[in-house]
């Protein structure tokens, strides 16, 4: 365990936490609508993946803010885009489930299960042939790997020997459905292991995850193929504001809880001392502060005006000749 | 009667009377549906009739399909009509072609249900309505649910139809408290007049019906005119004869329709109303429809994306206007 990356895994996954509880809030207050799917319990996943994966392009699903925020993308647009305001990462047009920053590389936010595999897969594929072994990191749900375009993507990734990793945060439910109703196994890692590397790891920590993470890009840059990593973690809320999940155990849930990734980084890294006391107060302050900033960002951002509707339909050479 | 009471209804008696009839879809056994259309039906008929089915739209399709072939009725549902194209191979090149394609030998008994429409800012890719899409594929039966007792029986109906069945519902009418009235010999493909008039017809079909039937009153106050109003129900086959009456009485029409305006469900009808009665018309006919964009998650954007009864009643005024009616 490293001091100061401990310390960055600390503040992003902090901030992260303290963003999903601040998106809750201002959904409840009606500032937020539609589908909201929060990260709360699967910080590790979204933060350790994007400090190893640190270069190459992403795609992701829906349940995507604290991986953005964790690639660098800027809360205060994440939180207007949740409001649907025109300073949103996307214009208040796409908003929780669609953040898209090419500038980052991060390319959603889609929110049809498993159709970002192919597109991540075609990707890699345009990255290999241009010498790019920075390659591409694809995330998603366990029930996605139910899919054919899930299968599909495995294959065609292996044939061609791709530079993908595949990342899996399986959380055990597919909105009410348990992974293991619809699907021979929940160890998940199984479905990749005939086509490349595949593991599973302990996904409600951070460092675990960091260092998995690690060794398949080191796999993908050496031209080796694909790597898939099984990531066990658990959404402490629903699957979206408009599910209760009262469809799991408080046991399970209390399992999970006492897991908990930010928790229990901090109580490692003061047992081992790499960690002043102080930074934990310093770092939550310093979140509390950058999350008021992101709302109030919002609240005051002005909505996008109604000529927006038909902008961005087509490119501007397009538009000009399409009535 | 809730919407979703009635659908639940429909699907629980269908199974009661007939054990061949069997229910998949994501979230549709334990959960009980992630609209609550099949609460109560897991325990009532076990996992063998009431499957869980993985995130995997075109085989639950297929599956069902299958299943058609093997002797049982299933209802397929597809969690919003959204997904419904990772099942369009499925849908279209299998269980719209099989009986054609066997020269009459096959038969596909199979209802698929799935709501659609602009619900409240779930952006572009759940906001969509392809009545459109499956309203123009032969073999394919497309029903389009607006009210309770509609839904109830038009299900019923669907589930012992011997052909597929697109049975469309939209998301915003599940908890919505409704008329409930039982109909014997109900014709599921029978449009139905909701409200006589005199001078102008509005045609428009499942959500559209509650902003049309809004907008109606200050329509007739401002025009100082009568207006009928047809909900289609079927989208195919189409019921021209209740149309063509009502337009023969009228001779002004106006189709209000959630959907896109290029390409929509109401471009066919207008094409059907040119075609057949042309010179029934003292007026072009009119279509009020979604913009032509991916539906926006601002909720202002939203709503400018499809027609509401405010713009119902702006646009058939200064249509009106327009026609020196
Ligand atoms: C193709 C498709 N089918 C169904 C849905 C509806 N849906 C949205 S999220 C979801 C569950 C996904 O679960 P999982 O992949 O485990 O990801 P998690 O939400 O647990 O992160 C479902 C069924 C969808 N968005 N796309
Ligand atoms: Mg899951």
């Known amino acids: ?323 | 009667m809730l919407y979703r009471e009635a659908l639940n209804r429909a699907i629980d008696e269908s199974m009661a009377a007939d054990k061949s009839v069997v229910i998949l879809g994501e979230d549709v056994g334990r959960y009980g549906g992630s609209y609550r259309v099949s609460e109560g039906l897991f325990a009532k008929y076990g996992p063998k009739r009431v499957i869980d089915t993985p995130i995997a739209e075109l085989s639950i399709v297929g599956n069902a399909i299958g299943m058609a072939i093997a002797g049982l009725r299933p209802i397929a549902e597809i969690m919003t009509v959204n997904f419904s194209l990772l099942a369009m191979d499925q849908i279209v090149n299998h269980a719209a072609k099989f009986r054609y394609m066997s020269g009459g030998k096959m038969t596909i008994p199979l209802t698929i249900r799935m709501p659609g429409g602009v619900s409240r800012q779930l952006a572009a890719q759940h906001s969509e309505s392809y009545e459109t899409i499956y309203s123009a594929v032969p073999g394919l039966i497309v029903l389009a649910a607006s009210n309770a007792t509609y839904a109830y029986h038009a299900l019923k109906a669907a589930i012992f139809l011997n052909d597929p069945v697109i049975f469309l519902e939209h998301e915003l009418l599940y908890p919505m408290e409704m008329d409930f009235k039982e109909i014997e010999n109900f014709d599921p493909f029978k449009a139905q007049v909701i409200k006589e008039g005199e001078n102008l017809t509005i045609l428009t079909y499942l959500k559209m019906r509650y902003d049309v039937l809004q907008a109606v009153p200050q329509i007739e106050k401002e025009l100082g005119i009568s207006v009928e109003v047809i909900d289609l129900n079927s989208l195919r086959p189409l019921d021209m004869k209740t149309i063509s009456d009502s337009i023969k009485k009228t001779k002004r029409v106006v189709l209000v329709e959630e959907d896109h305006k290029t390409g929509g469900y109401g471009a066919e009808v207008i094409a059907r109303i040119s075609e057949q009665l042309f010179y029934e018309l003292d007026a072009p006919p009119l279509r009020i429809a979604g913009e032509d964009v991916p539906i926006p998650y601002n909720r202002k954007l939203e709503l400018a994306s499809i027609p509401t009864p405010d713009k119902i009643v702006t646009q058939i005024v200064q249509w009106s206007q327009a026609n020196g009616l």
Request: negative net charge.
């Open chain 1, 1 to 323: 365990m490293n001091s100061a990356r401990v310390k960055t895994f600390y503040y992003l996954m902090k901030l992260g936490r303290e963003f999903e509880l601040a998106a809750k809030e201002q959904y409840m207050q009606g500032n937020i609508a539609g589908f909201l799917h929060l990260d709360i319990g699967q910080e590790a996943c979204s933060v350790g993946t994007m400090q190893a994966f640190d270069k190459g392009d992403v795609f992701t699903h829906y349940r995507e803010h604290v991986l953005a925020i964790a690639r660098g993308m800027d809360p205060k647009l994440i939180m207007a885009e949740l409001f649907g305001k025109v300073t949103g990462v996307s214009k208040g047009k796409g908003g929780s489930m669609h953040l898209f920053e090419p500038k980052l590389d991060f390319y959603g936010g889609d929110a049809i299960v498993a159709a970002h595999l192919p597109i991540a897969t075609g990707c890699a594929y345009a990255r290999k042939i241009e010498g790019e072994m920075a390659g591409v990191f694809a995330i998603f749900g366990d029930g996605a790997t139910n899919a054919g375009a899930f299968f599909e993507s495995l294959n065609i990734a292996a044939a061609w020997k791709l530079p993908i990793i595949f990342f899996c945060e399986n959380n055990y439910y597919a909105i009410g459905t348990r992974i293991g109703w619809v699907s021979p196994f929940e160890e998940l890692y199984h479905k990749a292991r005939h086509y490349m590397p595949s593991t599973r790891i302990n996904g409600m920590d951070v460092c675990e995850v960091y260092e998995a993470v690690m060794k398949a890009k080191e796999h993908i840059e050496e031209g080796l193929g694909p790597y898939f990593i099984e990531a066990e973690t658990y959404r402490y809320e629903g699957h979206s504001m408009s599910d209760n999940g009262k469809y799991r155990s408080e046991e399970e849930m209390e399992i999970f809880k006492s897991r908990d990734p930010i928790e229990n980084l901090k109580k490692e890294a003061l047992k081992l001392g790499i960690v002043e006391p102080e930074y934990f107060e310093e770092t939550n302050k310093k979140v509390a502060k950058e999350i008021q900033e992101a709302i109030e960002f919002a609240a005051n951002s002005p909505e996008p005006d109604l000529s927006e509707l038909y902008e961005d339909v087509y490119c501007k050479e397009c538009t000009n000749v399409i009535p």
